[in-house]
């Protein structure tokens, strides 16, 4: 009976504690890199400016703010502003993250000299107030954009390297777990 309860435990608290992990324990997939890594803006800048925010936890004057291993675009600090990564990403490339959309989200990315829109009502699969996997896959010049497995748009890239951007303009967002993969 013992080894029946202690496996049921195991069970229940494995996969509770596994939740609990701080951002740091997070892990790409194999042959990807961070591009966010959950404690502060190593990597980024102010794309207006191109303020460096290395060592900093917030950009904008809290617009965009670090918070429990995510990056949290407060509706609260009023800004259209985007922050960038201070690398340009070349060649074949796929971006994923994790993103939460609050009431009334209306932000953007902005990859390849392309605009693309997260409003969750106007994305095929997107659960507002609940995680969500977004997909950037840019092959040659397609660009490919996935949310949740299912392709919301497919666009020929404008230009053949950029930054990686994220524009708060309306609404709360979290993101985390941002990496990506280049193929030169």
Not at 9 to 22: E, G, H, R, T
Not at 64 to 86: C, H, Q, R, S, Y
Not at 156 to 184: L, M, N, V
Request: charged share 25%; proline share 5%.
């Amino acid at each position: 009976m013992n080894a029946i309860l202690r496996t049921v435990l195991i069970v229940v608290m494995f996969p509770a504690c596994a939740a609990l992990a701080p951002a740091g324990d997070f892990k790409p997939e194999p042959g990807f890199t961070l591009l966010f890594n959950g404690k502060n803006l190593d990597g980024w800048k102010t794309k207006s400016g191109g303020e460096s925010l290395e060592g900093k936890t917030e950009a904008y004057k809290g617009r965009f703010k670090v918070m429990d291993g995510k990056l949290v675009i407060d509706p609260k600090v009023k800004g259209d502003v985007v922050i960038e990564t201070a690398k340009e990403l070349k060649g074949d490339l796929h971006i994923k993250f994790e993103f939460m959309p609050g009431p009334g989200c209306n932000n953007d990315l902005f990859l390849r000299g392309l605009k693309f829109d997260i409003i969750p009502k106007s994305l095929k699969g997107v659960k507002e107030g609940e995680w969500n996997e977004f997909d950037i896959i840019a092959k040659g010049a397609t660009v490919e954009y996935k949310c949740n497995g299912v392709l919301q748009r497919t666009s020929k890239a404008k230009t053949a390297s950029s930054a990686f951007g994220i524009r708060a303009e309306f609404g709360p967002i979290q993101i985390r777990h941002i990496w990506a993969k280049e193929t030169p």
